[in-house]
């Protein structure tokens, strides 16, 4: 290792995840490198619906600050939609009421509650625009992005004396951390038929979830949420059941042509892992991963986080 590479830090994993916290540390004046087993637009954030919402993640006493950060950057970046991919929509949350919603609830601009459900303008993101930006942002910060397998840690500190672990569902063999698991949601993509709000309902007791998001490619619609669930082969007949439950609500969706499929694996765990481990020579180890379906909605406060346990080191 380079006399000179103290201030390195290798990030592992080219997700959202990966990326925010990469991007975020080279803010804080660190030299960063970013090592992804697959390019960004393969990744699981690059098939999220991807609206801002504290969304089936632990623990939420620590859950709380980290939408709010990424809410404001997201505000922020709503400005510029076309270069950000980020854009700010109105929707319904159906059957959600304000009882029960953190603190963070208290820092959502215009959340309100009506007969159909709990009504937002919330961040909704573009996923393939945004990660391209995100990389635009890196490079311009001068942090390279290597697609590459990382068979151990080791391998990392072998190249930077700090180490951040973003890796998602790959935390499951690298860490190894068996308390990972997949949580499988299947999308439907459909021209949209005019649809320009987002919607959202979901029954705690079941995994299929009703949903729609507009975006620049079509209309999203979903979803499921397959706990241990591992394929990632669309199911015809979850996609048909996907576009019926959303016809339910928006009829004209049903006779919406189907554009593609979508099927991604959320990187689940009892609570979200952020924290950090000292070993022999002064070696450290941030663990960033396990944010389920709220990737996008907590990556920016994870990451300041994250930038705080390697500063504090």
Same mark, same amino acid.
């Given at each position: 290792m380079d006399s000179d590479a103290?201030?390195?830090?290798?990030?592992?994993?080219?997700?959202?995840?990966?990326?925010?916290?990469?991007?975020?540390?080279?803010?804080?004046?660190?030299?960063?490198?970013?090592?992804?087993?697959?390019?960004?637009?393969?990744t699981t954030s690059a098939v999220a619906g991807a609206l801002w919402w504290p969304y089936r993640i632990d623990p939420v006493e620590r859950v709380g600050p980290w939408p709010v950060?990424?809410?404001?950057?997201?505000?922020?970046?709503a400005g510029r939609p076309e270069e950000t991919g980020v854009r700010m929509v109105d929707g319904v949350h159906a059957d959600t009421r304000l009882a029960g919603l953190g603190a963070w609830a208290g820092e959502v601009a215009g959340l309100r509650e009506t007969d159909r459900g709990l009504a937002a303008r919330l961040p909704l993101l573009d996923m393939p625009a945004h990660l391209a930006w995100l990389r635009g942002e890196l490079a311009a910060a001068g942090v390279p992005v290597e697609v590459r397998e990382v068979g151990s840690l080791d391998e990392a500190f072998a190249c $930077?004396?700090?180490? %951040?672990?973003?890796? &998602?569902?790959?935390?499951?063999?690298?860490?190894?951390?068996?308390? =990972? !698991? *997949?949580?499988r949601g299947q999308l439907v993509v459909v021209e949209n038929p005019g649809v320009r709000d987002w919607y959202t309902a979901a029954?705690?007791?079941?995994?299929?979830?009703?949903?729609?998001?507009?975006?620049?490619?079509?209309?999203?619609?979903?979803?499921?949420?397959?706990?241990? $669930?591992?394929?990632? %082969?669309?199911?015809? &007949?979850?996609?048909?059941?996907?576009?019926?439950?959303?016809?339910? =609500? !928006? *009829?004209?969706?049903?006779?919406?042509?189907?554009?593609?499929?979508?099927?991604?694996l959320r990187p689940a765990r009892g609570v979200v892992r952020v924290g950090r481990d000292v070993g022999a020579g002064g070696r450290l180890l941030v663990h960033n991963y396990g944010h389920g379906g709220a990737g996008v909605t907590v990556a920016w406060g994870c990451a300041e986080e994250v930038a705080g346990l390697v500063a504090g080191a």
């Open positions: 103290s201030g390195d830090v290798i990030v592992i994993g080219g997700g959202v995840i990966g990326l925010s916290t990469a991007l975020v540390l080279a803010e804080h004046g660190r030299r960063v490198r970013v090592w992804s087993r697959e390019p960004a637009e393969r950060r990424s809410l404001r950057r997201y505000e922020e970046w $930077a004396p700090v180490v %951040v672990n973003c890796t &998602g569902l790959g935390a499951r063999e690298l860490v190894p951390d068996p308390a =990972v !698991r *997949p949580v029954d705690p007791a079941s995994d299929a979830t009703t949903y729609y998001f507009p975006q620049p490619g079509g209309l999203i619609l979903g979803g499921t949420a397959e706990d241990g $669930a591992w394929s990632l %082969v669309p199911d015809p &007949g979850v996609a048909e059941s996907i576009v019926a439950r959303c016809a339910v =609500v !928006r *009829p004209e969706i049903a006779g919406a042509r189907v554009l593609g499929h979508r099927v991604g």
